[in-house]
């Protein structure tokens, strides 16, 4: 890497603790963090408001184009904004999460957005978290992470982060739209979920956040070359 700083990325499914991790991470090493996501779940809340044809590439993309895209931080963390109105909480409501898997397929908007999460990011000393961030959007990241959990982990993930924010939803429905959203990102032409070669992956199914956070700042540090960490790896070498 030189005098460069890093571009790290993170990819996993749904619920695998990416964001969360990334978060962390990039305070725990003074890092910029780019929450990919958010920008797709930005433009299916406006998709939603505008009542756009997500079927249609021309609309969706010309869509797209009108969202400009911001995050803010401070101490209490990232802020997103889209043409300067807040939408933390709103791109996160179970509506956008059920309809952002058609933003994400489009292939016009995923081209768009992978530019601009690229122009994000190419000074480094940036962390993005993503479904293709490794194959597709920085396919030369100096650290490639893919984290990972069992649908049913996840989905109790998902269950209690809805009721946290005081969302009804049954877990079998939970468990069930984690399994849909696993099929679509895997299967997706364009950007598909994908566990590239170089990455390492971390199953977190057994582990905190703050465990995660650990294990691949000290990769990070030592630069080591591991391919697969587990639960079992992580606790035979404390």
Do not use: W
């Not at 993170?10 to 725990?28: N, Q, R, Y």
């Not at 396919?139 to 109790?156: C, G």
């Not at 739209?177 to 950007?191: A, H, Q, T, V």
């Amino acid at each position: 890497m030189e005098n460069k700083l890093p571009i790290i990325a993170i990819d996993g499914p749904a619920g695998s603790g990416k964001s969360t991790v990334a978060k962390m991470v990039a305070k725990s090493l003074g890092l910029h963090y780019i929450d990919t996501g958010a920008m797709y779940r930005a433009v299916t809340l406006m998709a939603l408001r505008e009542k756009v044809d997500t079927k249609s590439e021309t609309e969706l993309l010309a869509l797209a184009k009108r969202c400009n895209i911001e995050f803010n931080y401070d101490e209490k963390g990232v802020k997103v904004f889209v043409n300067g109105e807040e939408v933390t909480e709103a791109i996160r409501l179970p509506e956008v999460s059920k309809n952002s898997s058609d933003i994400a397929d489009s292939i016009e908007v995923r081209k768009h957005l992978v530019a601009l999460q690229q122009k994000m990011g190419e000074a480094g000393g940036v962390i993005l978290d993503g479904r293709d961030i490794g194959s597709l959007v920085f396919p030369n990241a100096d650290f490639k992470f893919y984290l990972d959990a069992s649908v049913e982990e996840r989905a109790k993930r998902r269950f209690k982060e809805l009721k946290a924010k005081g969302i009804e939803q049954p877990f079998e429905e939970v468990k069930k739209d984690i399994s849909g959203r696993d099929k679509r990102d895997k299967e997706r032409p364009y950007g598909a979920l994908k566990l590239v070669p170089d990455a390492m992956r971390v199953d977190t199914s057994d582990l905190s956040a703050e465990e995660v956070v650990n294990i691949i700042a000290s990769i990070i540090h030592s630069k080591q070359d591991i391919k697969e960490i587990n639960t079992d790896n992580l606790r035979n070498s404390q």
